[in-house]
T-cell receptor
């Protein structure tokens, strides 16, 4: 089954404690992205990757890091989380840049 | 001006009626247009895509695209309570990455 898998689904952490949200896709897609979704603001892109070792900033990259060492994996790293990063996060993959996006199940992050 | 704009709603329609959801976009070079449905706390799922001017029908759903007016809409016929969700419009922004930009979504409520 074609899918994008994110883990964990729910995470509560404390300010400053580094965390990683994993994302993996099995569709051999070139492009992967991370979004955050906040009430009234819709989906905002954090980072995206066009291929292995090729990543770039989206619209809200501050406080986040990513890496793309393998085609299927695109982890999101919060080196020092802060309460304003409390949000619902989605990973997505696409065959090409502007094609249909397939989303992971989402990760609800709370930073206290 | 936001790149993709949607009325946040809620749009309330009675069961069996036609729900009309609208979206405008700013980049005249956009070529790909998508409608996603998102239930609360869940990931977006694709319900329609359209690339050419005119109408595209799929079951109870019809997508309409007017590139001259930079306008894309989604019609849901015979609306059901299970259609109650947030509907996200997504548009590609041509360029190096050709990324997808999402609107903030319109919340639809179908009441019995």
């Amino acid at each position: 089954e074609a899918q994008v898998t994110q883990n964990p689904r729910y995470l509560i952490t404390v300010t400053g404690k580094k965390l990683t949200v994993t994302c993996s896709q099995n569709m051999n897609h070139e492009y992967m992205s991370w979004y955050r979704q906040d009430p009234g603001l819709g989906l905002r892109q954090i980072y995206y990757s066009m291929n292995v070792e090729v990543t770039d900033k989206g619209d809200v990259p501050e406080g986040y890091k990513v890496s793309r060492k393998e085609k299927r994996n695109f982890p999101l790293i919060l080196e020092s989380p802060s309460p304003n990063q409390t949000s619902l996060y989605f990973c997505a993959s696409t065959m090409t840049g502007g094609s249909e996006a397939f989303f992971g199940q989402g990760t609800r992050l709370t930073v206290v | 001006q936001k790149e993709v704009e949607q009325n946040s709603g809620p749009l309330s329609v009675p069961e069996g009626a036609i729900a009309s959801l609208n979206c405008t976009y700013s980049d005249r070079g956009s070529q790909s247009f998508f409608w996603y449905r998102q239930y609360s706390g869940k990931s977006p799922e694709l319900i329609m895509f359209i690339y050419s001017n005119g109408d595209k029908e799929d079951g109870r759903f019809t997508a309409q695209l007017n590139k001259a007016s930079q306008y894309v809409s989604l019609l849901i016929r015979d609306s059901q309570p299970s259609d109650s969700a947030t509907y996200l419009c997504a548009v590609n922004v041509p360029g190096g990455y050709n990324k997808l930009i999402f609107g903030a979504g319109t919340r639809l409520a179908v009441h019995p």
